[in-house]
């Protein structure tokens, strides 16, 4: 196909994880659980259904493109500016904007070899080099990065925990490897699940983007459950933030969603809630899981990946065929795991009763 650009006919697009309907559709199932997508199996924040709600009664209007509302709130939530925020839609969407702002058409991009497999897309969609440097017993390989680093480099991602292996890159190792960064290189720090962290030496992100070659990755989509509706944001110096405001897209969060976004930003109870449910459906799957003898990678986001020691996309297709979509990780390169997202208590309990009948 001539019309198209060489790097767009060889890039694999984004398998993205099955939806229910589909599912009851296509198979005839009346139950189906979906454990695919890390999403919050509570559903949305209830101040935020509220705040979506009144803010129905003005979609005939454009979305505010400044987030005034939004970026007011989570300012004072993180003892910031509103100048240290950018808003997108999605925190993907932001991946993309900075890519666009800051890496040249001959610099590249550093990640890892099994991470979220959008910094790969986007990145190549872009046309730009990316390096992938294999983990390390399921971890981002900090002095590995290090060593990649040429005069070429212009930004890492890493995301922190990680998806898919839902390990973490400590305090100390971050503050070691910034202390190595040259200042012309910018990290990204995507830390989607932070809300469900479980560990005392989770580093402190914030404090690194004074330095103005830091820019932290955040999204409603998880602990905060607006998946559907698409709100995500990067913290940086405020510098790099007018960059960035200059290539994203003006009306790029709608109107219902800079509403959900504020009111769920204040839902410390649903924040709670939702913790609470995850840490203790974690401890209830690894107990399973050891019971049954299969090894997983401990965790502190909400999945986990797990080694099912045999092709993870046929098994995903058995648990499918009794309604429990899961994740197979044959496009994340490992083919005998799947990633789990923690479920209700019901939820975890269905996936154990249909995993042990599927193995
Ligand atoms: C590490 C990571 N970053 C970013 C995202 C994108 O989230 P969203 O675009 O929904 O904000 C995801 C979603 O799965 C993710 O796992």
């Known amino acids: 196909m001539k019309l198209v650009r060489?790097?767009?006919?060889?890039?694999?697009?984004?398998?993205?994880?099955?939806?229910?309907?589909?599912?009851?559709?296509q198979l005839g199932l009346k139950d189906v659980v979906k454990l695919a997508s890390n999403e919050n199996p509570l559903g949305a924040s209830p101040l935020a259904l509220k705040a979506v709600k009144h803010a129905l009664l003005g979609i005939n209007r454009y979305p505010d493109s400044q987030g005034f509302y939004l970026k007011r709130k989570l300012a004072r939530h993180f003892n910031l500016y509103p100048s240290n925020f950018v808003l997108g839609n999605g925190s993907d969407e932001l991946i993309d904007v900075i890519i666009k702002t800051f890496v040249e058409t001959d610099e590249s991009i550093i990640t890892a070899d099994i991470t979220f497999l959008e910094y790969k897309i986007i990145s190549e969609s872009n046309g730009r080099r990316i390096i992938e440097v294999p983990l390390k017993y399921y971890k981002y390989d900090l002095d590995a990065i290090r060593k990649k680093l040429d005069k070429k480099t212009k930004l890492i991602f890493i995301s922190n925990p990680n998806n898919p292996t839902g390990t973490y890159v400590t305090n100390y190792e971050i503050k070691e490897f910034m202390e190595g960064l040259p200042k012309d290189i910018l990290l990204v720090l995507d830390e989607?699940?932070?809300?469900?962290?479980?560990?005392?030496?989770?580093?402190?992100?914030?404090?690194?983007?004074?330095?103005?070659?830091?820019?932290?990755?955040?999204?409603?989509?998880?602990?905060?459950?607006?998946?559907?509706?698409?709100?995500?944001?990067?913290?940086?110096?405020?510098?790099?933030?007018?960059?960035?405001?200059?290539?994203?897209?003006?009306?790029?969060?709608?109107?219902?969603?800079?509403?959900?976004?504020?009111?769920?930003?204040?839902?410390?109870?649903?924040?709670?809630?939702?913790?609470?449910?995850?840490?203790?459906?974690?401890?209830?799957?690894?107990?399973?899981?050891?019971?049954?003898?299969?090894?997983?990678?401990?965790?502190?986001?909400?999945?986990?990946?797990?080694?099912?020691?045999?092709?993870?996309?046929?098994?995903?297709?058995?648990?499918?065929?009794?309604?429990?979509?899961?994740?197979?990780?044959?496009?994340?390169?490992?083919?005998?795991?799947?990633?789990?997202?923690?479920?209700?208590?019901?939820?975890?309990?269905?996936?154990?009763?249909?995993?042990?009948?599927?193995?």
């Not at 060489?6 to 559709?25: F, H, Q």
């Not at 913790?275 to 203790?280: D, I």
């Not at 003898?293 to 045999?310: C, E, K, P, Q, T």
């Open 6 to 25: 060489r790097n767009i006919l060889s890039l694999k697009p984004y398998i993205a994880g099955k939806p229910i309907e589909e599912t009851k559709r």
């Open 192 to 359: 989607a699940y932070d809300a469900f962290i479980d560990v005392d030496d989770f580093p402190n992100s914030l404090g690194h983007i004074r330095g103005g070659n830091v820019i932290i990755l955040k999204t409603f989509s998880k602990a905060y459950g607006l998946a559907g509706l698409r709100a995500g944001y990067a913290i940086a110096d405020a510098e790099l933030v007018s960059y960035m405001e200059r290539v994203r897209q003006p009306f790029n969060v709608n109107s219902l969603a800079q509403a959900a976004a504020a009111a769920a930003l204040e839902d410390r109870k649903f924040l709670a809630r939702t913790r609470e449910v995850v840490l203790e459906g974690k401890g209830f799957l690894y107990a399973q899981l050891t019971k049954m003898g299969l090894a997983y990678v401990s965790s502190v986001a909400n999945f986990i990946l797990i080694d099912i020691g045999r092709d993870s996309r046929a098994f995903f297709r058995r648990m499918l065929s009794y309604g429990i979509i899961v994740r197979d990780m044959k496009q994340y390169g490992l083919k005998n795991f799947i990633r789990v997202t923690i479920g209700t208590k019901k939820e975890n309990e269905k996936f154990i009763k249909i995993l042990k009948k599927v193995l």
